[in-house]
């Protein structure tokens, strides 16, 4: 099997544009490229479907009032009145993933989320954002997060540090998900497009109706993990306004 | 030649995880729909928790992919 024909070989990021300030390395990739039509096609999707302002609303515009709703009401159910402040965040966060998720579904493009850096860095941006909220809202009644209440002090010794450790790893389980499941997707699809191939016209069928079905759970992948993003983060908002114990 | 056969057993064993994740995935659906046949006017509300507890669950099974993949490449 040559490189170029690996399933791996979809997630390599090419320079499309190379620069360099100083000595890092700051090339426009197709990673970058397909962030920023994410973002145009987000953009675009919300501003022309919701230019009519109709009260009866259009197809379109029922589809940008739905993703509104959606998220509303997941922060409302979530996080409670306190959250609508951070309703654009989410909201933002949950339609990035969501297109760079989908727009990966079309054949030869590339899937942002399938890179751990991205993941990672949108993971982080959640994690620090919502520890420093948590800290400016409770000061020092933040550490109290990681003290289980009615737990006798013996077992507090054990407990304390497997919170503190459950609290750090979040931001890597958060990022690993997202990134795990597109990457293991897209594999999985260019795997079966192997055997296709390999098995030729009268046996490739099979494998090709597995990917039929691969490619409508892979699309029911797309949009339930940038859900679960979503709502993870809305539960971590949560954690840090409440201190839930 | 031994360090290659040593990394592919071992993806072959972080596979094992899959075990656990068939049983959790299988519990979650199971439970829905044995609690949804007692009470299907409640089985709407908890499908949004049904589909992020097997997102949650999917995730182990992916974990261990991660793990393999170190395993083979990394």
């Known amino acids: ?245 | 030649m031994e360090l290659e056969a040593a990394k592919m057993i071992g993806a072959g064993l972080a596979t094992i995880a899959l075990a656990g994740v068939g049983v959790g995935i299988g519990n979650i659906f199971g439970s829905y729909v044995s609690g949804s046949l007692r009470n299907p006017a409640a089985a709407p509300k908890v499908f949004g928790n049904v589909l992020l507890g097997f997102a949650l669950t999917e995730a182990v099974a992916l974990f261990a992919l991660v793990i393999a993949f170190l395993i083979l490449f990394g």
């Not at chain 1, 450790?165 to 389980?173: L, Q």
Request: glycine content about 6%; charged content about 10%; some cysteine.
């Open chain 1, 1 to 245: 099997m040559s490189a170029d024909h690996s399933p791996l070989a979809q997630f390599e990021i090419k320079r499309l544009v190379p620069m360099e300030i100083g000595n890092l390395d700051v090339s426009f990739t197709n990673a970058s490229l397909f962030m920023v039509i994410a973002i145009a096609a987000v953009t675009l999707f919300l501003t022309l479907s919701m230019r009519g302002r109709s009260m009866v609303p259009t197809r379109m515009q029922s589809m940008a009032e739905l993703s509104y709703e959606f998220i509303a009401n997941m922060i409302k159910d979530n996080v409670g009145s306190e959250g609508r402040k951070y309703f654009p965040f989410i909201f933002t966060l949950f339609m990035f993933v969501l297109f760079c998720n989908l727009l990966g579904m079309i054949p030869y493009t590339f899937t942002v989320t399938s890179q751990i850096i991205v993941t990672f860095a949108l993971a982080a941006v959640v994690f620090v954002g919502v520890t420093l909220i948590g800290i400016l809202k409770h000061g020092f009644k933040f550490l109290t997060f990681f003290v289980p209440s009615g737990v006798p002090f013996v077992l507090l010794i054990i407990l304390v540090p497997i919170e503190v450790i459950s609290y750090f790893v979040r931001p890597i389980s958060l990022s690993v998900r997202l990134f795990a499941n597109m990457l293991a997707g897209h594999t999985l699809l260019k795997v079966f497009g192997g055997f296709v191939v390999g098995l030729g016209i009268y046996l490739g069928w099979l494998p090709l109706g597995f990917i039929v079905v691969l490619t409508g759970l892979e699309f029911l992948v797309a949009f339930l993990q940038a859900y679960v993003f979503a709502i993870l983060s809305c539960l971590y908002l949560n954690d840090a306004l409440h201190l839930h114990h």
